[in-house]
T-cell receptor, first 111, second 119 residues
Framework: GEDVEQSLFLSVREGDSSVINCTYT??????LYWYKQEPGAGLQLLTY?????DMKQDQRLTVLLNKKDKHLSLRIADTQTGDSAIYFC???????????FGRGTSLIVHP | DAGVIQSPRHEVTEMGQEVTLRCKPI?????LFWYRQTMMRGLELLIY????????DSGMPEDRFSAKMPNASFSTLKIQPSEPRDSAVYFC?????????????????FGEGSWLTVV
């Protein structure tokens, strides 16, 4: 199986919360990331979390990390149409600066 | 600050032609990556350089693909001859590796991509 797994699609209504999930296999992961790719653009870092943290909040974004289950989630509160994009989960291991990316989750926000 | 700059943004070429994609990393970054994105395979790491030296090119699909980094501010990815199955978005990315990178979480910064269509 792949090292980082995500579901491919998520559809939510505008104003609702979105939760994008990710699982990874390497327990020695040091950093876990969420990148956002808007249509026709490159990947932009949204946020990252150190593996010794459980949660990180940044305005409408909340990242939760469950190290025991190797599960990472990104919650977007009050989802807007501008949040429609592909969201990539990625991990990197201490000493390596090369992240391993998931396939990406396409978030579709409808009125 | 300027981000990672790629050119061309879009290219349409005929099968068999040579394609050269260019990248200027963020100033001060010492690691550079070339990725390919397709619907079928997602985001694939093709090759990466550290301090201008190719470290791992195991992701380069075939001998038709080659990459160079003659100096710290420039890299090329060349496909010769190109084939329709090479149609994809090619991303260049850069980061600062080493102790300072640890502070910033080893963040990789991507360019806007070169959208290649081979017909």
């Amino acid at each position: 199986g792949e090292d980082v797994e995500q579901s491919l699609f998520l559809s939510v209504r505008e104003g609702d919360s979105s939760v994008i999930n990710c699982t990874y296999t390497d327990s020695s992961s040091t950093y876990l990331y969420w990148y956002k790719q808007e249509p026709g653009a490159g990947l932009q870092l949204l946020t990252y979390i150190f593996s010794n943290m459980d949660m990180k909040q940044d305005q409408r974004l909340t990242v939760l990390l469950n190290k025991k289950d190797k599960h990472l989630s990104l919650r977007i509160a009050d989802t807007q149409t501008g949040d429609s994009a592909i969201y990539f989960c990625a991990e990197s291991i201490g000493g390596s600066y090369i992240p391993t990316f998931g396939r990406g989750t396409s978030l579709i926000v409808h009125p | 600050d300027a981000g990672v700059i790629q050119s061309p943004r879009h290219e349409v070429t005929e099968m068999g032609q040579e394609v050269t994609l260019r990248c200027k990393p963020i100033s001060g970054h010492n690691s550079l990556f070339w990725y390919r994105q397709t619907m079928m395979r997602g985001l694939e790491l093709l090759i990466y350089f550290n301090n201008n030296v190719p470290i791992d090119d195991s992701g380069m699909p075939e001998d038709r693909f080659s990459a160079k980094m003659p100096n710290a501010s420039f890299s090329t990815l060349k496909i010769q001859p190109s084939e329709p199955r090479d149609s994809a978005v090619y991303f260049c990315a850069s980061t600062q590796s080493g102790a300072l990178a640890t502070i910033s979480g080893n963040t990789i910064y991507f360019g806007e991509g070169s959208w290649l269509t081979v017909v």
